[in-house]
C-alpha cells in the first residue's frame, strides 16, 4: 500500500501549497490528485511512463485514450506542439487560462504513451495560478485526466477523492470543492476546420463565436 499524503490548501491558501516538495515527488515518478477550475484530476509528470502507466492502472481506463494535459504557460504549450494554427490564437487569446482544451499536433520527440490518434496532444492552460507554479516547477506538462474510475462521474468533493484513492497514489492536494459542473470542453485542431469533440463548460456557441472575430 502507498503511503498517501493529503496537503490541505483551504478555498483560499493557494500560496500554502508545497510546490517544491510536490514537484519533487512527481519528478520521482508519484501520482497527485489535484483540483482544477472544474473537477478534481490526478496528476503525473507527463513524461514519466511509469507514472502515466500508474494512471491509467488508478482509472481502469484503456491504454488506447490519451491523458490530456495542462502547461504552465503559452511558452510550454509551443515547445509540445509541432504547430499552431490561427484558430489556436483565437481561442487560447479568448479562453485561457481556463476549461478549454486544445487537441494539436505533438512535436517530435514527445513520448509515443502521451499521443493520441496522428500524433496529437491535448493541452489546455489552468487559472489556478499555484497548479500552473507547479507545472512551470516540473517543467513539463502534468496530466489532468479526471480522478475517477473510466466511466463514472467527475469527482468535485476531495472527501470523495480521498475515498477512492488513499493508499493508491502519494498525494491529494485538498482544496476543498472544487465548482463541478461541466468538464472542460474540447476543441480539435488538427484538422482543416476546428471540431469541437466535448461541449464542457464553454459552450459551442461561444467557440464558434471566439473563431468568427
Same mark, same amino acid.
Given at each position: 500500500?502507498?503511503?498517501?499524503?493529503?496537503?490541505?490548501? @483551504?478555498?483560499?491558501?493557494?500560496?500554502?501549497? *508545497?510546490?517544491?516538495?510536490?514537484?519533487? #515527488?512527481?519528478?520521482?515518478?508519484?501520482?497527485?490528485?489535484?483540483?482544477?477550475?472544474?473537477?478534481?484530476?490526478?496528476g503525473a509528470a507527463a513524461f514519466s511512463k511509469r507514472a502515466v502507466e500508474?494512471?491509467?492502472?488508478?482509472?481502469?481506463?484503456?491504454?488506447?485514450?490519451?491523458?490530456?494535459?495542462? &502547461?504552465?504557460?503559452?511558452?510550454?504549450?509551443?515547445?509540445?506542439?509541432?504547430?499552431?494554427?490561427?484558430?489556436?490564437?483565437?481561442? #487560447?487569446?479568448?479562453?485561457?487560462?481556463?476549461?478549454?482544451?486544445?487537441?494539436?499536433?505533438?512535436?517530435?520527440?514527445?513520448?509515443?504513451?502521451?499521443? /493520441?490518434? /496522428?500524433?496529437?496532444? #491535448?493541452?489546455?492552460?489552468?487559472?489556478?495560478?499555484?497548479?500552473?507554479?507547479l507545472v512551470k516547477e516540473i517543467s513539463q506538462p502534468l496530466t489532468a485526466?479526471?480522478?475517477?474510475?473510466? /466511466?463514472?462521474?467527475?469527482? &468535485?468533493? *476531495?472527501?470523495?477523492?480521498? &475515498?477512492?484513492?488513499? @493508499?493508491?497514489?502519494?498525494?491529494?492536494?485538498? /482544496? @476543498?470543492?472544487?465548482p463541478g459542473g461541466a468538464p472542460s470542453t474540447i476543441v480539435d485542431l488538427?484538422?482543416?476546420?476546428?471540431?469541437?469533440?466535448?461541449?464542457?463548460?464553454?459552450?459551442?456557441?461561444?467557440?464558434? &463565436?471566439?473563431?468568427?472575430?
Open positions: 500500500m502507498t503511503q498517501t499524503r493529503i496537503l490541505g490548501i @483551504g478555498p483560499s491558501g493557494e500560496t500554502l501549497v *508545497p510546490i517544491g516538495e510536490v514537484a519533487a #515527488a512527481l519528478l520521482e515518478d508519484a501520482v497527485a490528485a489535484y483540483p482544477t477550475e472544474t473537477f478534481y484530476a490526478l500508474k494512471i491509467y492502472r488508478l482509472k481502469k481506463r484503456e491504454s488506447g485514450k490519451p491523458l490530456p494535459v495542462v &502547461a504552465s504557460d503559452l511558452d510550454m504549450v509551443k515547445e509540445i506542439s509541432a504547430s499552431l494554427p490561427p484558430s489556436f490564437r483565437l481561442l #487560447a487569446g479568448e479562453f485561457w487560462p481556463g476549461p478549454l482544451t486544445l487537441v494539436l499536433p505533438a512535436a517530435a520527440g514527445l513520448p509515443e504513451f502521451l499521443l /493520441g490518434p /496522428g500524433r496529437t496532444i #491535448a493541452v489546455r492552460i489552468p487559472p489556478l495560478s499555484w497548479l500552473r507554479a485526466t479526471s480522478a475517477n474510475l473510466s /466511466g463514472e462521474k467527475e469527482l &468535485a468533493d *476531495p472527501a470523495e477523492v480521498i &475515498a477512492l484513492f488513499r @493508499g493508491r497514489i502519494e498525494i491529494v492536494v485538498d /482544496g @476543498g470543492l472544487s488538427t484538422s482543416p476546420e476546428p471540431r469541437v469533440l466535448r461541449i464542457g463548460t464553454i459552450p459551442e456557441v461561444r467557440i464558434r &463565436a471566439a473563431l468568427q472575430t
